[in-house]
């Protein structure tokens, strides 16, 4: 697909957890399509440091998701400064690698806090702008661990459900005003969350290869990859999607 089929001009679009991974990624491939983009993360000097790339045309923010307060400042300096929110991606999102006995409940309401409570704040601050211009674009960091079960991950995996559903829900919710929403479920994607997650393991080389072995096409998938499917998302080509459900994960599902 060539750049300017899918090419964002004139867009302004926040992407949470953008200083890092998946998030930093869409926000660099959104600047280059053209948007004007507001890099939210928690980690302020992270944000800063993706912005670095394109800093005519991404602003860095410290955003806490899970604080309303905080992600109500995120939407009110964006309105501020650009006037409007044309794209939201929720990316923000932190895992846990415990089956459901071991997790305690702090840890259970710390995951859906960042991964629920703050795609739902997200959404629900952005939303009213976007309802009084009749247009507006929602992406959803899903996985395809709110698609099937996967060892260890109790928590993730009902987390990143929800966020499936929400998906979908929102989608019909919003259809005639002009919202479009979609979720989108990577695979093992090579961010440096998968990094920290390997170096716990005993042997990392062994962890990294059976992470490989996992999809079909024997290798982790890029964070430009995800990007370039968001930027589909985002983009007027995807002007009939939503709802939708986009897996980029190197063939995993599809066995
Ligand atoms: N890496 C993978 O294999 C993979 C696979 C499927 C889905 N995902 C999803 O993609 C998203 C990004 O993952 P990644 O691998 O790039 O992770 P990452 O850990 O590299 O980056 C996540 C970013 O989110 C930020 N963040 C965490 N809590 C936050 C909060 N409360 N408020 C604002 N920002 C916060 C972090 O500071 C970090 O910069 C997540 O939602 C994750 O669940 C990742």
């Known amino acids: 697909m060539s750049k300017a089929m899918t090419a964002l001009p004139g867009r302004t679009a926040i992407v949470t957890g953008a200083g890092s991974g998946i998030g930093r990624a869409i926000a660099h491939r959104f600047a280059a399509a053209g948007a004007a983009v507001v890099a939210a993360d928690l980690n302020l000097a992270a944000a800063e440091e993706t912005a670095d790339a394109s800093p005519e045309q991404i602003v860095p923010h410290q955003v806490d998701v899970t604080d309303e307060p905080s992600v109500q400042r995120l939407v009110q300096a964006t309105l501020e400064r650009f006037g409007q929110i044309d794209i939201l991606v929720n990316n923000a999102g932190i895992g846990t690698t415990k089956d459901l006995v071991e997790t305690d409940l702090e840890e259970w309401e710390h995951v859906f806090a960042v991964n629920v409570r703050g795609v739902f ?3 629900k601050h952005a939303l009213p702008s976007m309802l009084a211009r009749q247009y507006g674009v929602i992406i959803n960091m899903g996985s395809v661990a709110g698609l099937i079960g996967i060892p260890q991950r109790a928590a993730y995996c009902a987390s990143k459900g929800a966020v499936v559903t929400l998906t979908k829900q929102i989608a019909v919710a919003y259809v005639k005003q002009g919202i479009r929403c979609n979720c989108i ?8 969350w998968v990094e920290r997650l390997v ?16 999809q079909p096409m024997g290798r982790l998938v890029h964070p430009d990859e995800v990007a370039a499917a968001a930027l589909y998302l985002a983009s007027d ?12 994960d190197g063939g995993w599902m599809a066995q």
């Open 121 to 123: 704040l997200c959404c």
């Open 185 to 192: 479920c990577p695979g093992t994607v090579d961010t440096p």
């Open 199 to 214: 170096a716990q393991t005993p042997d990392p080389e062994a962890a990294r290869r059976a992470l490989e072995r996992r």
């Open 237 to 248: 080509e995807a002007a009939a999607v939503t709802g939708s459900i986009l897996v980029v």
